[in-house]
């Protein structure tokens, strides 16, 4: 069979028609259209986590450098103080909130927001 994904609603069919005991594992596997290995990699995870469902992963990906009141107290100071250059900002940020950041992360949290040097200075 092809490597594809397949419904957690299905693996639910899957294990109810097979709590009964009516039907083999053979007829299962024909009428929701997967493998004897997958029904029984099922039926593992039902009984070892009491779902057939995957955890949720948390945490994905890289962890952000400003929070979102960094960003804001960022934007604050951009419209308090228009004409500071970004390694100003960056002193700031490592002044007063102990946060060291790099010119290109403040760079893009400006760009994120859709700030550029134009608006700032209108």
Same mark, same amino acid.
Not at 34 to 46: A, N, Q, Y
Not at 87 to 104: G, K, N
């Given at each position: 069979?092809?490597? &594809? ?16 005991? +009516? ?8 009428? %929701? ?7 029984? +990699? ?7 986590? @009491? ?7 948390? @945490?994905? @990906? *890289?962890?952000? /450098? ?22 100003? $900002?960056?002193? *700031?940020?490592?002044? $007063? &909130? ?14 994120? %927001?859709?700030?550029?040097? /134009? *608006? %700032?200075?209108?």
């Amino acid at each position: 069979m092809v490597n &594809r994904r397949i419904s957690d609603d299905a693996k639910r069919i899957a294990l109810r028609l097979k709590a009964p005991r +009516r039907d083999s594992d053979n007829e299962i596997c024909q009428l %929701v259209d997967f493998s004897l290995s997958t029904l029984h +990699r099922t039926l593992r995870k039902k009984h070892a986590t @009491g779902d057939v469902t995957k955890t949720l992963a948390i @945490g994905r @990906g *890289r962890p952000r /450098k400003l929070i979102h009141s960094d960003c804001l107290y960022l934007l604050r100071l951009a419209r308090h103080k228009p004409t500071l250059f970004l390694d100003e $900002y960056s002193h *700031r940020l490592e002044e $007063y &909130r102990d946060l060291p950041v790099s010119l290109a992360t403040i760079h893009a949290s400006f760009k994120c %927001v859709g700030l550029n040097i /134009k *608006r %700032v200075q209108m």
